[in-house]
C-alpha cells in the first residue's frame, strides 16, 4: 500500500483543519458586529457634536435665555455666535431705552411691577433706577433682592428681561452726599443737565431717594428682527 494510504486519517489532515473552527477565526471575525464598529460609528450624529469638548474652555458660547431658529446640527461655532448675536440685541434693546418695568417680589411671592425710568451702564452690566425709602418697592428689595426687569420695542413685540440681583445705596440725608451725587449722575444720563442743580439736590433729600442699583446676571427674551 502507498505510504500515505497506511496513514491515520487525522495524520494525513493538515494542521490548521484539525484546529477547532473557533481557534481558526480571526479574532476580529470573533468580536459581535458592534464592537468591531467604531465608536463614532454607532453614535447618532447629534450625540458625536459635543459642543464644550469641541471648543476651548475660553470660547465657549455665553449662557442666553433665548436660542429662537435653533438647529440641532449647527456646528459649535454656529452656535456660540448666535448665542453672542442674541446677547448683543437684548442688550441693545435694553441700552436703547429709558422706560422699563420693575419687578420684585412681594411678601406672599407674588410679584409687584412698577413702571420706572433708567439708565443703563453697559460696561458694569448695572441699571441704575431712581426709588423713594418707604414704597413697596424698596420695602420688598431689602427682603429680597432678586429683581427682573422688563423693556420693549415700541411695538411691543420684541422686548429683553434682566435678570438681576439688587443693591440699593443709603437714603440721600444731604445735598452734598454721595447718594445725591450719584442721583445727579443718574438724572443726567437721562435728561441731561437740570435747570437747578441746587433745588434737585435739596428735592432728592426731602424726598428720602436713593439709588437701586440692578447687577445684571442673565438677559433673556426676543430680540428686534433685522
Same mark, same amino acid.
Given at each position: 500500500m502507498p505510504v500515505d494510504a497506511r496513514m491515520p486519517v487525522d495524520a494525513r489532515m493538515p494542521v490548521d483543519a484539525r484546529m477547532p473552527v473557533d481557534a481558526r477565526m480571526p479574532v476580529d471575525a470573533r468580536m459581535p458586529v458592534d464592537a468591531r464598529m467604531p465608536v463614532d460609528a454607532r453614535m447618532p450624529a447629534d450625540a458625536r457634536m459635543? *459642543?464644550?469638548? =469641541?471648543?476651548?474652555a475660553g470660547r465657549r458660547a455665553p449662557a442666553v435665555g433665548i436660542r429662537?431658529?435653533?438647529?440641532?446640527t449647527r456646528s459649535t461655532a454656529e452656535d456660540a455666535m448666535a448665542d453672542e448675536q442674541t446677547q448683543q440685541a437684548?442688550? +441693545?434693546?435694553?441700552? /436703547?431705552?429709558?422706560?422699563?418695568?420693575l419687578a420684585t417680589v412681594k411678601r406672599d411671592g =407674588?410679584?409687584?411691577?412698577?413702571?420706572v425710568v433708567y439708565s443703563?451702564? =453697559?460696561? /458694569? /452690566?448695572?441699571?441704575?433706577?431712581?426709588?423713594? +425709602? /418707604? =414704597? *413697596?418697592?424698596t420695602a420688598n428689595l431689602r427682603r429680597d433682592p432678586r429683581a427682573?426687569?422688563?423693556?420693549?420695542? +415700541?411695538d411691543g413685540w420684541a422686548y429683553a428681561v434682566a435678570e438681576a440681583r439688587a443693591e440699593l445705596t443709603p437714603v440721600a440725608e444731604r445735598a452734598d452726599d454721595p447718594t445725591v451725587t450719584?442721583?445727579?449722575?443718574l438724572y443726567r444720563s437721562v435728561q441731561g443737565e437740570h435747570p437747578d442743580w441746587d433745588d434737585?439736590?435739596? *428735592?432728592?433729600?426731602?424726598?428720602?431717594r436713593l439709588v437701586l442699583r440692578l447687577h445684571v446676571e442673565r438677559v433673556y427674551g426676543m430680540p428686534p428682527r433685522g
Open positions: 459635543l *459642543a464644550d469638548t =469641541r471648543m476651548p429662537w431658529n435653533e438647529s440641532p437684548l442688550t +441693545d434693546l435694553i441700552a /436703547g431705552r429709558w422706560l422699563g418695568v =407674588r410679584p409687584q411691577l412698577s413702571n443703563f451702564d =453697559r460696561a /458694569g /452690566g448695572v441699571i441704575r433706577v431712581s426709588v423713594t +425709602d /418707604g =414704597r *413697596a418697592k427682573s426687569f422688563h423693556v420693549s420695542s +415700541d450719584e442721583l445727579v449722575e434737585f439736590r435739596a *428735592a432728592m433729600v426731602a424726598e428720602r
